[in-house]
Structures are given as C-alpha cells and as structure tokens.
C-alpha cells in the first residue's frame, strides 16, 4: 500500500495541461484528488507539465520526488498501463529518443561496462536482502515452485536440463550474473563453467563464491570472447545488447559454439520491435537497455542456428517482481541508511510497474534453444 505523501496536500487541476491530463486519466478510470483507493493525488502543480512534456519519464520523476501518490499503487497503474497512456504523452520527445536510437548505438563497446556501473553495482546488500539465496536477478520457474527459492532453483534445473550438461562439458556463461547459475550447474551437473559479467560487485561476488568447483569468471564484453565451448547459456544479459548488435552477438556465440553444442537464450521479449527503451527505464534503472522482439530475435540469429525450442513463461515473471518487491519492502529499514527515499520510491515504481506489464502481457519472458546445425534426431525440449 502506498501512502499518501506526508508532506503535502492535494493540489487543485488548473490550466490547459491539467485538463488534458486529467481528461486522459479520467479515460484510463483513474480519478485525481478523489478517495478512491486507486486514484491518484496530485500534490506538486508540475506533475501535469512534466507528463505532457516527457511522458513515461516525467511521471516517474514525480512520483519519485513525491509529486504524486495512490493508495494502491500497483492497481493505478495497471489501469496506467492497460490504457496505453504510457504511450500517449510525451510524444515530441519520444520522437526524438526513436531518432537518436537510430543512428546511435548505444551498446557499443565503448559503453558496455556502463549497465555494470549503474545498476549492477548499487549496492550488494540491496541485491542480497531482494533476491534469493544464490542472488539470481532473473525470471524463476514457477510450474510447481511455491517460493521464490524453489522458483529459482526450478529455473536453473530446466536451463540445465535444456542444454542436456553432462560431466566434463565446457558451458559458457554470457552474463553470469553473481555466479548462481555456473555454481549451479558445476554443483549438480559436474561442468566446466566459464562466466563473463560487466558489473565489478558480480565479478567479486563471483570470484568469492568459486571454492574448489571447475568454474573461472572474468569482467569483460561479450565481443572480447574467444574459444570453444560445448554449451553457451546467456540469461537476462540480451537486454542490453542493443538492436545495433544482435546480429553480433549471435556471431559470436556461432563462433564460440561447438558444431553439435546447444545455446541457450533467457531473455525478457517485447511485442513490437522497437530501437529506444522506456526513457524513464533508460535514465534511472537499465541505461542502454532494450526489450527485444521475436522479429529482431530471428533476424539476428538467421542462417546462423536452428531454433529448436521457443518457451514463453512470461506471467512467471510477475510472480518473481512481485516476490522481489515483498523482500525490498520488508528489508527496507535495513537498506535504508544507504539509500533515500526517493531511491525507495524509485525502486518501488520499477519492480511495481514490471509486474504489471508482465500480468498485462505486454512484456514477455523467453527461453530459446538453438544449435548450429539441428540436433540429429530432433530436439526434445524439458519443461
């Protein structure tokens, strides 16, 4: 539950742009300065302004500033997010972001680290009070999991049960994260595990938590990589590729990749390509980050892979933001004397705002297996 901000009383819908926004979130079912429980009350007059300016990137600003609050959050903005109006404001600069997405490749690898440095690296206690037990900042598997701990553990089973490890076998981790998945599959299914990561605090995370297993990290850019390897998994890291580099990307796993070795790709997915993220996402959440499409996906990966299998369990996701929210809540006390409240209520906004767009459908969550040229027999995908 939200509540309502201590500091500051309603502020009356006055001007041309008030009466725009108001008329749009009136369309949308959502009442501004009423008592229902998912309206919206407005205490800072610019709210309206910064909307019709900046869209999706003004509204979040104000909420974390404390221009606006709804006693149930997270159903304003299901109703937000159901009508569009995410969509509808901000349009000049909006165009603006598409142009500039374009012509400039915000993935190259001159920025590569800069994911790493600004979200990755926050804070390790942030990520440890959120996450689950072995810090897995991706999608769970929820078929029969009942907690966020078994969802994760199910999830890092049927990645290893898809790419068919066996004792002994070379798997390449693209984005390995804080290392719970290559300790994973080097505990339970006896491989050599070598992962690559972009954010410093995983990269030490990581290297701690090797012991006597088979497993090497190192803090370097997908593009760095050479060798040979008998699987590749790459799990949530495809969202900051960048629609200027899929192609390259796939490249590069084709070349790292045995001829009968399989690929694993965990990605969040989109349902329209696009070539610029959400601007408040960009700006204070995932920098350089972009939701692939199933178009961009097959592009990318054509003449290059047999796709094997495509798995779509993206109203898992919303269970999983749902889990992280209730454990950044109940641990914010603790997380509290390093960050501000205008961090809370960032955080608060982006796991909030995730889980309704998976609940609504509008984002996805995939798992594709490809092999370079089919595997013979065909392929039988776990589930």
Request: aromatic content about 12%; proline content about 5%.
């Amino acid at each position: 539950m939200e509540a309502p901000h201590p500091s500051a009383s309603p502020s009356p819908v006055r001007g041309f742009w008030a009466r725009r926004i108001e008329r749009r979130l009136a369309d949308a079912g959502i009442r501004l300065n009423g008592t229902e429980p998912d309206g919206m009350t407005v205490h800072d007059p610019s709210f309206f302004r910064k909307i019709a300016l900046w869209g999706t990137l003004g509204f979040g600003e104000s909420y974390m500033d404390g221009g606006w609050d709804s006693p149930a959050l997270e159903r304003c903005l299901e109703k937000l997010l159901r009508y569009d109006l995410d969509e509808s404001e901000g349009r000049l600069a909006e165009a603006l972001r598409i142009f500039a997405g374009r012509l400039i490749n915000r993935q190259s690898p001159r920025r590569a680290f800069v994911i790493g440095r600004r979200h990755y690296d926050r804070s390790p206690a942030l990520f440890e009070a959120m996450l689950d037990s072995r810090l897995l900042y991706s999608c769970g598997y929820w078929k029969t999991a009942q907690t966020l701990e078994e969802a994760q553990e199910a999830k890092c089973d049927l990645i290893c049960r898809k790419l068919d490890l066996k004792p002994g076998l070379q798997l390449l981790d693209i984005g390995c994260g804080f290392g719970g998945l290559a300790r994973y599959a080097a505990d339970r299914f006896g491989v050599n595990v070598h992962g690559i990561t972009v954010s410093r605090d995983q990269y030490d995370y990581a290297c701690r938590q090797t012991g006597s297993r088979s497993l090497r990290f190192d803090l370097m850019d997908y593009r760095e990589l050479k060798g040979s390897y008998d699987r590749v998994v790459s799990v949530g890291m495809f969202e900051h590729v960048g629609a200027k580099n899929y192609r390259r990307f796939f490249q590069t796993v084709r070349q790292v990749l045995r001829p009968d070795g399989l690929f694993l790709l965990h990605s969040i997915g989109g349902n329209r390509s696009r070539t610029r993220t959400d601007p408040w996402i960009e700006r204070y959440i995932f920098p350089n980050s972009l939701v692939p499409s199933a178009a961009q996906i097959t592009r990318a990966s054509e003449a290059l892979f047999v796709l094997e299998d495509w798995h779509n369990f993206g109203a898992d996701y919303e269970k999983t933001l749902r889990a992280w929210h209730q454990r950044f809540e109940s641990a914010w006390p603790a997380l509290a004397p390093q960050h501000d409240e205008r961090f809370h209520r960032m955080w608060r906004l982006y796991l909030l705002a995730s889980a309704v767009e998976f609940k609504l459908r509008k984002l996805q969550l995939w798992q594709l297996v490809l092999s370079p040229h089919g595997v013979p027999g065909g392929y039988r995908a776990p589930r």
